[in-house]
């Protein structure tokens, strides 16, 4: 008696799968940023800002506000750094630093300077803590 020969099964025609959607060139799968240009409008003369400068928003955003300003408005409702506000919203410095030129200008925010401590400590701090150390 002969063995039964086996058959190989033919792969079935599938139809080729449809090409990949294309994806922008930041690679994230969002669509790409506008130009910075467009966000900052002219380039005027900006606020003496630095990164540690606290911001704080003193209105909500008109309907008139860029996206971009309107978003920097809704994260300052408690004081931030710029260079927190700049990591929040993805931007450059350069470009938060002009969007909130524009907000002092139109006194829709409020910038203070950082809060700088003591170079030295309270002396009757120190020997509340010593004494409340001694007690333990």
Request: aromatic letters at 2%.
């Amino acid at each position: 008696m002969t063995p039964p020969q086996r058959r190989r099964r033919q792969p079935k025609q599938e139809p080729p799968p449809p090409p990949p959607p294309e994806v922008p060139e930041d690679g994230r799968g969002e669509r790409p940023p506008e130009r910075l240009y467009i966000l900052t409008g002219e380039d005027n003369e900006r606020a003496p800002i630095d990164l540690v400068t606290l911001i704080v928003a003193r209105a909500e955003p008109p309907p008139s506000a860029a996206p971009e300003q309107s978003a920097l408005l809704r994260i300052c409702q408690a004081p931030l750094s710029v260079a927190e506000i700049s990591a929040y919203l993805n931007l450059p410095i350069s470009v938060v630093t002009v969007l909130l030129t524009e907000l002092l200008t139109a006194e829709l925010v409020q910038a203070r300077a950082p809060v700088v401590r003591q170079a030295q400590a309270d002396r009757s701090l120190l020997e509340a803590v010593m004494h409340g150390l001694q007690k333990l």
